[in-house]
């Protein structure tokens, strides 16, 4: 695609409920990064893909956050029981190769927990 | 771990004027790149210019050009001939080369461009 796509750009979410967010990459990109940005502040590092295998989710900030790339392109951040906390912007953003290539950021998709 | 300080959180130019924005880091590696991304009011994050660690000279795009000053450990970016569209939250990040592949972002920095 022409470039890395989210969805649903907007979630509102009532406490407790479960959420899936879902990013699109820049066709053929290998790797993928997911990255939380929390009003006024720059964004902060999630999880990071390299095809189908998740190589560092390091920065998932609970284990009600899960992130998934099952074929390789299209990825999935789930955060289950979701608490006011985690309303925020997270941002997909994609690279075409596994190290230092420059990575390209989706539109984001702003989640607020009610 | 690396840390990126943006120290200005506002900052204002006149339209067509030349402004410098500020970012040093903290690292302890030789190697690594350095970013600077613009996102406007719309969101999306936008690459503007990008600097190897191993390049003396300082990168160049168009009307953004960077002041890479390894041994201060200081990145700054100037923008000439500010235009309107320019107005966005700027924001300075380092990669590493090996092991994380992961940004790390400074708090950003408002940049509001007065015609």
């Known amino acids: 695609g022409a470039g890395v796509s989210q969805s649903p750009r907007y979630k509102v979410a009532k406490r407790g409920q479960d959420v899936a967010l879902r990013c699109d990459p820049i066709?053929?990109?290998?790797?993928l990064f997911w990255y939380q940005q929390a009003l006024g502040q720059g964004p902060e590092f999630l999880t990071y893909?390299?095809?189908?295998?998740?190589?560092?989710k390091s920065g998932l900030p609970s284990d009600r956050f899960f992130a998934e790339r099952p074929e390789g392109s299209v990825s999935t951040l789930k955060i289950q029981r979701t608490q006011q906390e985690d309303s925020a912007v997270y941002l997909c953003?994609?690279?075409?190769?596994?190290?230092?290539?420059?990575?390209?950021f989706g539109p984001g998709t702003r989640l607020t927990v009610l | 771990a690396q840390t990126v300080t943006q120290s200005q959180p506002e900052m204002s130019v006149q339209e067509a004027e030349t402004v410098t924005l500020s970012c040093t880091y903290d690292?302890?590696?030789?190697?690594?790149?350095l970013f600077w991304y613009k996102q406007p009011p719309s969101r999306q994050m936008i690459l503007v210019i990008r600097?190897?660690?191993?390049?003396?000279q300082n990168a160049t795009e168009n009307r953004f050009s960077v002041n890479f000053q390894k041994a201060a450990k200081s990145f700054s970016l100037k923008i000439s001939d500010s235009q309107l569209g320019d107005a966005a939250m700027y924001f300075c990040?380092?990669?590493?080369?090996?092991?994380?592949?992961?940004?790390?972002f400074g708090k950003g920095m408002k940049l509001t461009v007065n015609p």
């Open positions: 953003a994609s690279s075409s190769r596994a190290l230092t290539d420059t990575q390209y």
């Open positions: 066709s053929g990109h290998v790797s």
């Open positions: 893909f390299q095809n189908e295998a998740q190589l560092d």
């Open positions: 690292t302890s590696e030789s190697d690594y790149y």
């Open positions: 600097q190897e660690a191993y390049k003396q």
């Open positions: 990040a380092y990669l590493t080369q090996g092991g994380s592949e992961k940004l790390v």
